[in-house]
């Protein structure tokens, strides 16, 4: 593919392309885009800040949904102990009866469905994708910003508006919506159904929207940005695997999210405006509803037709993120590049034709679970070439031990065992048991849920001085890896057998059932495990601040002696990137260890030699 | 007073934290940092070592542990015939992802070990390896393929609606079962072996199920407190949701499925085993051998278990506790319980102002399929004006 030949335009704009080191600490003043500080630390159009941005904000969410999470572990674990301590937080929700508080299932399940919002999209989605996506695309490509700095700061603020709007949802008297994250209806269509159906799904439905908004600006702009604004050299089989990957999760956002927001749309007006899309034959408290004709089934269609996708488009920058990585700390070429593109695109497009597996049992015609069983299952084939080609990676490599590279290592291991039980729930017959119990749970919170996080927890580690100029404790951040990694299984490796005995996944309590009521020791060691858990994100949180201000100076320019443009930039770059021209490149992303060295991109080929970017050329 | 003591601890562990992370660094300063990030390698890759071994020992020893609740396994197999299927599959596919995970892990962990930087060691410039690559794509394929083709023929052969030809009361017996917040309605067909038919306009606190009681099926049908049904006779639940989306969920039979307001769904299946049976095989097991906390007559475990009906679709506040007892009982017992049963008409509507059925027994109007529902809805209108 052609790249554009940018560099004589930014040339002229900036105009000290001799001066590569010179003077970039008074860069920012010369900037007619961000001169104050609002515009240089608050409505930024520079990629860098941006994803700081959305690293940060996903980082408060990321502690609000894991909180959520423990309020609920509690009940699960403990559900006899007073509760009573936590009034002052939650007030009425605890409701209190001869001295003893008790949590109540209708916060309980409000906390439940706010923990799987928040998690997968303000989190996963914007915390991990936005952050990355911002921070390297121009970066490792060799541009000056996106194609547009106002709409990627546009979509930055859409997110910042719809997590606002989510936030004073907690707040309602009615509480937040509490149906469950997928918000299938007629539970969520119906305000007389639950009280988080009522202004809390109001409130849900548009922050949604908006966080859709916020997802397509930035998609189109990642997407215009890699196709249009290589530098001059960077074919597409010379991208690191990291663009790659951002590349196809904006172009998965950009196709399914919509399919998303018109089921929101028809969803509020079956809420507002008396269709029935959702609709038909209810008789819910005392009253017959006159909605006939519609399908709650037509609901689950839209929403896994996004919500599908959705479980990619958080697991993909991290399948780049851990190969980019890898390569660099094990000083070897990841293996098998093109097979790890291939298997990205073709995980990306079997992403679309396997959402039915979500809906086996929800009542529509068994026969099409034959397709949709055949496509989930050939998904393990591009999952099983990723896995086998990191472990090749780490064959014959020289290993750095530090937190990015332990946490790469983490994610693999997390993606086998959160991948092999996908072929448990994958195979329709197995489904048929295993659907709604904690056997899902267990199943993606592994492999989508702990697993993305990795690959996040490796990004933030490896980038951070990309980011700050300095690094992030290296001990703390071991002790940090070690006590997620161990903490992580133990809370959700017990699950399977939970999910294997039946137990029903959304229970507010189990003592009503004498097959889910016996594992009350297992409940607890999930629990406690779960807030050792939580206490050790927290050492990552502390050590993330301090380090902003106080952690190691980055002295060299290029710290990993990687091959990426990104450490081509000066430390704490302005806005604009390379204060002089834009670098340009000869080769592929990878040749580490090559001859002995590491190769980086900008060193033309020597006579003779190949580039296994192009090497069937 | 606590909050601040709270608050000043989390402060002090926090500086504590930084102090550990600080002196390291200075020790990486003072000793150099080669030097450090080489003992760290080979620290943390032998620990990668350590945490393998143990993760491993852990699954092996839980696994065992649990094995009592492994599906197909001692007191957790099926007492259903399809369900049998499924546990093979479930243990099928255990088997091969249990061989697979085994073997990454082993890899995973011990490349990180041996490949491990350190002083006078370096890297392979190893890109690529198109036959290697090919194997490890190829192999998965073709276990991939033995999976979906295994689960599907399960799938098939148990999603299936009754065989053509097959006649209800006779060759099986349907029953209904209709999901609302918070309670299943149980409906049985009385001894014509048929379901009377309803509309959810007739909804109301006499006529929970709507039933029509002009149409004389529904005159001896049973609203029963528990699903009672005779052990080795196929079973089509007709499963409905007057609200919200339920589920028809009975973990010991491996039965799921939604319950969707407006589209009436089905689950045939086949219990294979009574519920004394499945007790007395429970009996073996020491955690069953249980007593039962303040039990009146001092039971143990095993001897008050029963089948139990719970909701798997999250449908409100009270979704945990939508349960029904579920008893399988042998031919004979089936016959006496269904003779013991009133009919709901007969109990409850019967000569009171919500019976439309002006002769009762006589079919006087032609009744509409379910699928007529307007017309259903006038005739309606008409019978209760001629009351």
Known sequence: MASIDIIREEDLQHGHDDHHDDHHDDHHGGDKYQSGFISTYIFSTDHKTIAKQFLITGMFWAIIGALMSLVFRLQLGFPEENMLWLKPLLGKWITVADGVGTLSPDFYYALVTMHGTILVFFVLTAGLSGTFSNLLIPLQIGARDMASGFLNMLSYWFFFLAGAIMFASLFLSTGPFAGGWTAYPPLSALPQAMDGSGAGMTLWGVSLVFFVVSVLLGGMNYITTVLNLRTKGMTMWRLPLTIWAFLVTAILGLLSFPVLVSAIFLLIFDRSLGTSFFLSEIFIQGQALENVGGSPILYQHLFWFLGHPEVYIIIVPAFGIVSEVMSVHARKPIFGYKAMVLSILAIAILAFIVWAHHMFMSGVNPFIANIFVLFTLIIAVPSAVKVFNWIATLWGGNIRFNTAMLFSIGFVSLFISGGLTGIFLGNSAIDIQLHDTYFVVAHFHIVMGIAAFFGMFAGVYHWFPRMFGRFMNETLGKIHFWGTMIGAYAIFWPMHYLGMAGVPRRYYQFGNFDAFAHFTAMNQFITVAAIIVFALQMVMVINFFYSIFKGKEQKELNPYDANTLEWTAPINTGHGNWPGAIPHVHRWAYDYSKGGRNIPQTEPLADGEQDMGNDHH | ?387
């Open chain 2, 1 to 387: 007073m606590g909050t601040f003591f709270i608050i000043a601890s989390l402060i002090l562990i926090a500086v504590i934290l930084l102090q550990i992370g600080k002196i390291t660094e200075l020790a990486g300063a003072l000793r150099g940092e080669e030097d450090m990030q080489m003992r760290s390698n080979t620290f943390h890759a032998q620990f990668g070592m350590v945490f393998m071994i143990g993760f491993l020992v852990f699954v092996i020893v839980s696994f065992m542990y649990y094995k009592n609740s492994m599906l197909g396994y001692g007191p957790h197999t099926a007492a259903s015939e399809h369900g049998v299927w499924i546990d093979n599959t479930f243990n099928v596919t255990m088997a091969v992802t249990g061989i697979v995970f085994f073997i990454t892990h082993i890899l995973l962990f011990w490349y990180a070990y041996k490949y491990r930087e350190r002083t006078g060691h370096a890297a392979t410039f190893y890109p690529h390896n198109n036959k290697l690559e090919m194997i490890w794509m190829g192999v998965p394929a073709i276990v991939m393929t033995f999976l979906v083709i295994g689960g599907l023929s399960v799938w098939n052969r148990t999603m299936g609606d009754v065989e053509e030809g097959m006649v209800v009361g006779e060759d099986y017996i349907e029953v209904e079962a209709t999901g609302l917040q918070f309670q299943w309605i149980l409906r049985h067909p009385g001894n014509d072996g048929k379901l009377g038919s309803r509309y959810y306009k007739n909804i109301d606190g006499v006529n929970p199920l709507g039933q029509i009681w002009s149409d004389e099926k529904n005159l001896d049908d049973i609203h029963p407190s528990e699903l009672v049904l005779p052990v080795g006779v196929p079973v089509r639940v007709r499963i409905i949701a007057n609200d919200v989306l339920h589920n028809f969920y009975l973990p010991h039979f491996r039965v799921k499925m939604d319950a969707v307001p407006g589209l009436p769904t089905y689950f045939v299946f086949t219990p294979t085993t009574t519920t004394d049976e499945y007790r007395q095989r429970l009996r073996d097991y020491p955690e069953w051998q249980q007593p039962i906390p303040d039990d009146e007559q001092g039971r143990q475990r095993w001897e008050a278990f029963e089948y139990e009906l719970a909701c798997a679709e999250l449908c409100g506040k009270g979704h945990f506790s939508m349960k029904r007892i579920v008893k399988i009982v042998t031919p004979e017992e089936y016959s006496e319980w269904l003779a013991e049963q009133k009919s709901y008409y007969s109990t409850n509507i019967k000569g009171t102002e919500a019976d439309t059925n002006e002769k009762e027994g006589v079919l006087s109007l032609e009744m509409p399929t379910e699928i007529e529902k307007e017309e259903v809805e006038v005739k309606d209108k008409e019978l209760s004006k001629s009351i």
